[in-house]
């Protein structure tokens, strides 16, 4: 498992990461014993990144990933956020921040983050993220809770033009750059890169579409995308590769992202995505896939407040 640095912060992070997501029973239930092993075989097999939310179970997957990393905090860089905290509740405000650091730090049972992270930004006013939560968010890294200070969301024009007034160490770009996306070199990447801020790009996988077991109900994507998921797996099928290697091989080989996030609650997945990493399509595959998606290629589906909107 390589690991990279993360832009000037100087975090040196597995290639894979952990998303921690499914520990909060995102996608589909998971058996908590379970988890606690993916999170220790991932640990083993070197993936060093650990990124979680109070969103995330609406804090179930704090809690496991806690309990998971009782005796191995120093192993890992492990990574959380703030500001989002249920589907539609959102709040950025000072003193919530402040008391949101506290407790994820509770429930993640460590007394510092390495990377705290305003999640989903698109979804309030940019001026308030620029005006109080990244201030805050700075307060608290002072105080030494947090190590650096990130920013994530799908929407990236409204994170460039947060960091240009509020600069950060970090973002977190997710479902936009994949088999399916690519845009995030257009509208994020340089940006990032010139200014030394780490990136971190999430949901290789399009948040379960490039798999066999396909996408999960509430997914937001169009239709269309939805059903090109199964067309890319029987692509891959055809030639003998598994859709998740070919898609994750492919973030993988991102030349500025420093680590690509993957979802993960069992021990089969962790061992099937560092498998991956020896994964080498076919060229021919690779622009079969190409041609299959290409009707649907960064097919936007709205989030946050319109005036956030990229499109
Ligand atoms: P993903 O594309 O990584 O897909 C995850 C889904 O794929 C889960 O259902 C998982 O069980 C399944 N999976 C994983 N490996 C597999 C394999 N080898 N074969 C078949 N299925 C497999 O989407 P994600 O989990 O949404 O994104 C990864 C992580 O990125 C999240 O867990 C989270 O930590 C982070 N993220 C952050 C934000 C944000 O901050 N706004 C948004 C999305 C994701």
Redesign the pocket.
């Known amino acids: 498992m390589q690991k990279r640095v993360l832009g000037a912060t100087g975090l040196m992070v597995s290639e894979i990461g952990f ?4 520990l909060g029973d995102e ?1 589909r239930v998971t058996d908590p014993a379970e988890g606690v092993w993916a999170v220790h075989a991932a640990i083993d097999q070197g993936i060093s990144f650990f ?3 109070p969103y995330y179970g609406r804090t179930l997957a704090e809690e496991r990933l806690g309990i998971a990393l009782e005796g191995k905090r120093k192993q890992v860089i492990l990574a959380t ?1 703030c500001g989002r905290y249920d589907t539609a509740r959102f709040d950025f405000s000072p003193a919530r921040l402040r008391a949101s650091i506290d407790e994820s730090l509770g429930r993640l049972r460590t007394d510092y983050v390495d990377l705290w ?1 305003a ?2 930004v698109e979804f309030v006013d940019a001026r308030q993220i620029v005006e109080e939560a990244i201030p805050t968010m700075r307060e608290i890294q002072k105080q030494g809770k947090a190590r650096f200070v990130g920013v ?3 929407q990236l024009k409204v994170m460039t033009g947060i960091a240009e007034r509020a600069p950060v160490d970090t973002f ?1 770009s ?1 479902c936009r750059y994949n088999l399916l996306f690519n845009d995030m070199d257009e509208l994020l990447t340089g940006f990032a890169r010139q200014r030394g801020m780490g990136l971190i790009n ?7 579409v490039l ?3 396909g996408a999960p109900a509430w997914h937001p994507a169009p239709k269309e995308v939805l059903e090109t998921g199964p067309k890319i797996v029987a692509a891959c099928e055809a030639r003998g590769f598994k859709v ?1 290697d070919v898609a994750l091989r492919f973030s993988l080989d991102h030349p500025y992202a420093a680590t690509t ?5 069992t021990v089969k ?1 962790v061992e ?2 560092i498998a991956a990493i020896e994964c080498h399509p076919p060229a021919e595959l690779m622009e079969e896939i190409r041609a299959i998606a290409a009707p649907v290629m960064n097919r936007w589906w709205p989030s946050g407040l319109p005036q956030n909107w990229d499109y």
């Open positions: 998303g921690a997501s499914p996608f990124d979680v939310s956020k992270q999640h989903d994530t969301g799908l977190l997710y999430a949901s290789p996988l399009h948040m379960g798999t066999e077991h998740g996030l993957v979802g993960m609650s997945h099937r995505n």
